[in-house]
Structure formats: structure tokens, C-alpha cells
């Protein structure tokens, strides 16, 4: 392709992309934008920690240990006299890669069986109901801690552990989702046209589908964020090795009256990066849903 | 009703079977043999390996010889009869355990929820009432910060603050009321979060109702339009949020209990998974839900007793 299709190609794209809603109506919701831009510099942030970390993480000088905040250690050090700072940044690096990967497999999966049962019914269906209440039935950390148990700690399997606990809530709200929207008439006028049935689930009813469950994602990336830490916290779930927020929480308990920076920061930046995620999610359910006014967002 | 009524019934049973199977294929197939962990804990110690024939004898003594499907009929016919195995951690009968450590679990999550309650009502409605005022902006930007930060961090911070800056309150233990304070805030601030979410929405959403209209219209004062109109209507799905909570409470008050040494099941829990007692990890997890699902279905029945339009088909 020759760079004059290429630029009329992003041109097109960029067009159709000022014609939709949703862009008229981030355009007009300033707050938001700073949300979106935060984000990006979180996600940049988590990629490239390691090598913007000031200083090696995992570096300790019991002569500097439990130090207050300083020009050299921002944030000041822990109980081995590893900079704070670093090690929070690489505690984003971890949060973020357990949390998105858990919630694009959960996403994937939660789509696919929710959609199936919403959409075909039948004792199959039924089933997949039954199963996806038994996953609701237990509060997600009990389910997570008797998952952890069985596996044992590591970054795959903590990955393991909250897809299975979390791809219910993806699956019932995408069956729900299809079940509403099953006999509207497109989709009727679809079938009298004989299309088949994946073709109708995948192009007609997932696009009316899925935003719902887009929000969803978001607000639990948040959410998976916090059970990382609580997990790890417990100390179950991560290897000490990796640098994580919630293990970080836990090491600095001891020594929380005289250096109370080590407890503090790294649930801080829990906080914010959560926060974030939230408010991303209501930001999303916002400008994508033609029935929220504004009064309900932020 | 009566069919309605047979039908949740029927429905709870089964999520609590498929919930038992599931519990007990997990925790069993954690990896070390059961016997063999029992026989180190119980004669030999952590580190030295159990002989042969002290594993057989162990497995012979807590039933752990048998096929696990009779393993599994036993316990689930004993989370019936209360004969629910032996703690190796412990060194006590399972359901003795549970019902020392019940009490504390259930009057910390009752405390909690009260106060999420209470709280998130008042805050919900002075929100919805004071919509797009300052105050409704702090209120909004509080919940959805709060709901932001995890419950342990809540915790440590409260301790942080309260037990050793302030010096004001117990670092931790268990007792009334003192003890409980901490401990309830922490754990029944998410659950706060939500209900004055929902209460706020549903407050709007009442407000607009034309009998609230005609209550103001023919003259009522505003705090019985308000009080005795409008909130009773409101109230509904804060009901189905509470039943909600309650599942996040019982999982919070397991890292809750723990870090502030509260002696309920879930710090037994805690404790049980890191001696990989697996008798009381299942026993306990199984009464968590059976909690959980008791406590929708009350709710669910409740609906009907606060809203008699709703029946059930």
C-alpha cells in the first residue's frame, strides 16, 4: 500500500471516528478526558517500569533501610533499604500483567459461554445458568484462597485462579445481555433471512451486546487489581521475588510506626489505580450508553 | 408462592451440591498426600519424613484410606449430622471448631452491615437530596474513591492511625465495643460504598414519581414527603444490595479477622490454608456459602414482605 492509501485510509478512519456518538460526547466531558490520558501514561508506565525505575528494585543497603522520603528514595525505603519508588513502579509492571491478562481470557470466555447459553436455550443453557450461579455462590475469595491452595503460588497460576473465579459475572451479564436482546426484531428478520446462527451472534446481536460487558472489564481490571493485592497480602497468590503492591503492604507491617511510608505508598498507589479503572468504566458506560444522562457520571 | 417458594428451595440445594462437589474436588486434589501431611503433623513434625506404616495408620484412623467418593458422601452427610471430621491444626472435632468461631464472624459482619447500612442511607439520601450541590460532588467523589481502595489497606491505615498516632483505639483483639470499631469500618466500607450508590439513584429516581408529587402537592411538610413517602419506596433495590454485600463482607472478613487477630472463621480459615488442614478448609468454606445463599434467599423472600406488589410467579 503507498503512503497516499495509507493516509487516506487513517483519514477515513478518523472521520468515522468524529461521527460517532460516543466522541461527541467524550468531547464534551473534560474530566474524562484527563482519565483516559492518566490511564495511558499508567499503562506506558507499566510496560517500560523496569527500565524507568531510578533504581534496581531489588537492591537492598540495611545501612538505608526504613529511610522518609528523600531526593535520592523519593518515597523513601523499606525494611531492607530497597527504594520504595522502584519497587512500586514494578508493582504496577505486575498488577497490570496479571490484571489484563485475567481479564482478556475472563472477557473472551465469559462472551462466548454467556452468549451460547443466552442464545440457544435449551437444557444446555440451563445448565450453563446453573453453573454460573454455583461460581456466584461463592464470595470471590474464598473461592480464590481454596484455588490457591490447590495450586500453589506463581504469576500463571494467580492468572489461573482469578479467570476462574471472575468469568461468571462476565458470563451472566453477557446471557442477560442476549437473553433482552434475543427477540428483538433484527435479530428475528435476521433468522427469517436463514442467516446462520453464529453469524447472527457474532455480527448482529454481540455488537448491541457488548458494551455493557466492555464496562464491566474495566471496572473489574480494578477490581482484579485489589484481589491481586488482597491475595498477596495474605501471602498467597505471588513468589515474595516479584515486587507486588499487596505483598509490599504486608512486609512493612513490622516496621509501620517508624516508617509508616512503607504501608502508605503502595496502597496508595492500589488506590489510584483502581480509582482510575472506576472511573474509566463509568466514563465508558457513559458516552456509549444513548440512555445514561449526564447526571449519572462523575 | 407455594411453587415459587419449592422452586428456590430446590434451586438452593442444588447450588449447594454442585458447590460441595466442587469445594471437595479442589481442596482434595491439592497436591501432597492427606495422610501423609496428617502423619508429619500429628507424630513426626514438620521436616522429617513420615514412615510407611505410621502413613498407613494414619490413613486407616481419619478415614482416609476409603475411595474418595465415600470421602465425600461421609462429609457431606456430616456437614448434616455436625460429624464433620478432625481439624489436624487444631486437634478438635471440625464442628466444635465452626461453632466457636461462628459467633464472632457473625457479629462482626452484622455490626458491619448495620453500619453500611445506616450510613449509606443517610448519605445516599442527603446526596440524592442535595443533587449536583457540593455536597452531593463530596459524597459521589468520596464513594467512588473509597470503593477504590482494597479493605486490608483500610485496615492497616485505620491502625495506623487510630491505634498507634492517635493511640486511641486497640490495635487489635476481640472484645465489645471497643474492639469492634476498627474492624467494622474497614470491613463494612465497600459495602457502605454501594448502598449509598443505589440509594442515591433510587432516591432520584422516586423523587421524580408522581405520588411523591401529589404528597408535595397537597401540602405535606417536606421531611414526611421525604421520610415516610419516598425513602420506604426507595429502599427496595438497597435490599438486594445488601443481600450482595453480604457475600463480599464474609470474603472480606477473612482478611479482616486476620489482621486484627479477630477470632472468627475466617482467621480459622486463614490459619487452616497455611497448615493445608484440608478437612476444615472445606468444612469452612462450605459454611461461607451456605451463609451467602441463606442470606439471598431470606432476602429474596423478604421482597414480598416490603414491597407486596411483587409476586412471585
Redesign the interface.
Known amino acids: 500500500m503507498s503512503e497516499a492509501a495509507v493516509r487516506h485510509r487513517v483519514r477515513v478512519w478518523c472521520a468515522s471516528v468524529r461521527g460517532t456518538d460516543w466522541y461527541y460526547r467524550l468531547k464534551q466531558r473534560p474530566s474524562l478526558q484527563v482519565v483516559f490520558v492518566l490511564l495511558a501514561i499508567i499503562l506506558t508506565a507499566a510496560v517500560f517500569s523496569p527500565i524507568a525505575a531510578p533504581q534496581d528494585p531489588a537492591a537492598t543497603c540495611l545501612y538505608e533501610k526504613n529511610q522518609w522520603m528523600s531526593t535520592e528514595h523519593w518515597f523513601g525505603t523499606d525494611y531492607l533499604g530497597r527504594d520504595l519508588f522502584s519497587r512500586v513502579l514494578c508493582g504496577l509492571q505486575t498488577s497490570m500483567v496479571v490484571a489484563v491478562t485475567t481479564i482478556a481470557i475472563t472477557f473472551v470466555a465469559g462472551a462466548a459461554v454467556g452468549s451460547y447459553a443466552g442464545y440457544n436455550g435449551g437444557w444446555a443453557g440451563t445448565c450453563i445458568a ?2 454460573i ?2 461460581f456466584l ?6 473461592l480464590a ?6 495450586l ?1 503460588s506463581g504469576v500463571l497460576n494467580m492468572i489461573l485462579v482469578l479467570s476462574v473465579v471472575q468469568w461468571a459475572s462476565f458470563a451472566r451479564l453477557m446471557r442477560g445481555q442476549v437473553l433482552a436482546e434475543k427477540n428483538a426484531e433484527y435479530v428475528l428478520s435476521a433468522q427469517a433471512a436463514g442467516l446462520p446462527n453464529w453469524w447472527i451472534l457474532v455480527k448482529h446481536l454481540l455488537p448491541n451486546c457488548i458494551m455493557p460487558v466492555v464496562v464491566l472489564a474495566t471496572m473489574d481490571l ?1 477490581h482484579t487489581i ?1 484481589t491481586i ?2 491475595l498477596s ?4 497468590g505471588l513468589p515474595p521475588s516479584i515486587p507486588e503492591w ?1 505483598f509490599m ?1 504486608h512486609a512493612g ?1 513490622g516496621d ?2 517508624t516508617a ?1 511510608l512503607n ?2 505508598v503502595p ?1 496508595l498507589a ?3 489505580v ?2 482510575l479503572f ?2 474509566a468504566g ?1 466514563g465508558i458506560r457513559d458516552i456509549t450508553d444513548p440512555h445514561m444522562d449526564v ?2 457520571s ?1 | 408462592m407455594h411453587y415459587y417458594l419449592i422452586k428456590r428451595i430446590a434451586h438452593l440445594i442444588l447450588t449447594l451440591l454442585i458447590a460441595s462437589v466442587f469445594t471437595f474436588i479442589v481442596v482434595n486434589a491439592a497436591p501432597g498426600e492427606p495422610a501423609e501431611v496428617l502423619a508429619r503433623h500429628l507424630y513426626t513434625g514438620l521436616e522429617e519424613a513420615a514412615p510407611p506404616e505410621l502413613i498407613a495408620k494414619v490413613a486407616d484412623r481419619y478415614d482416609l484410606s476409603k475411595p474418595l467418593l465415600v470421602q465425600y458422601s461421609d462429609w457431606v452427610g456430616g456437614l448434616f449430622t455436625g460429624n464433620m471430621g478432625y481439624s489436624i491444626l487444631f486437634k478438635k472435632p471440625v464442628s466444635w471448631l465452626l461453632m466457636l468461631h461462628l459467633p464472632p464472624t457473625i457479629l462482626l459482619t452484622t455490626v458491619s452491615m448495620v453500619f453500611a447500612t445506616i450510613a449509606g442511607i443517610i448519605f445516599g439520601v442527603y446526596s440524592a437530596l442535595h443533587q449536583n450541590k457540593i455536597s452531593d460532588h463530596l459524597i459521589r467523589a468520596a464513594t467512588i474513591f473509597f470503593a477504590s481502595m482494597p479493605g486490608f489497606w483500610v485496615a492497616v491505615m485505620l491502625i495506623l492511625v487510630f491505634s498507634l498516632w492517635l493511640g486511641i483505639m486497640p490495635v487489635a483483639g476481640y472484645g465489645w465495643p471497643l474492639f469492634i470499631i476498627l474492624p467494622a469500618t474497614a470491613l463494612g466500607l465497600h459495602a457502605m460504598v454501594s448502598i449509598v450508590r443505589i440509594m442515591r439513584t433510587s432516591m432520584l429516581e422516586t423523587m421524580e414519581k408522581p405520588f411523591v408529587m401529589f404528597a408535595k402537592v397537597k401540602g405535606l411538610p417536606m421531611k414526611k414527603v421525604i421520610f415516610s413517602h419516598a425513602c420506604k419506596n426507595a429502599f427496595l433495590p438497597v435490599l438486594t444490595v445488601i443481600g450482595m454485600s453480604f457475600g463480599a463482607l464474609l470474603a472480606g472478613s477473612v482478611v479482616i479477622e486476620t489482621i486484627f487477630s479477630w477470632p472468627g472463621i475466617g482467621e480459622m480459615l486463614m490459619k487452616a490454608i497455611s497448615a493445608r488442614d484440608l478437612v476444615l478448609i472445606e468444612s469452612t468454606i462450605m459454611v461461607i456459602v451456605f451463609l451467602f445463599l441463606i442470606v439471598n434467599f431470606v432476602i429474596d423472600l423478604l421482597y414480598h414482605i416490603v414491597d407486596p406488589r411483587i409476586i412471585y410467579e
Open positions: 446453573r453453573i450461579d454455583v455462590a461463592f464470595p470471590s475469595i474464598i484462597l481454596a484455588l490457591v491452595t490447590l500453589g480494578g485489589l493485592s488482597t497480602f495474605l501471602g498467597l499487596g503492604i507491617l509501620m510506626r509508616p504501608v502508605i496502597g492500589i488506590t489510584f483502581t480509582l472506576n472511573l463509568e447526571e449519572g462523575l
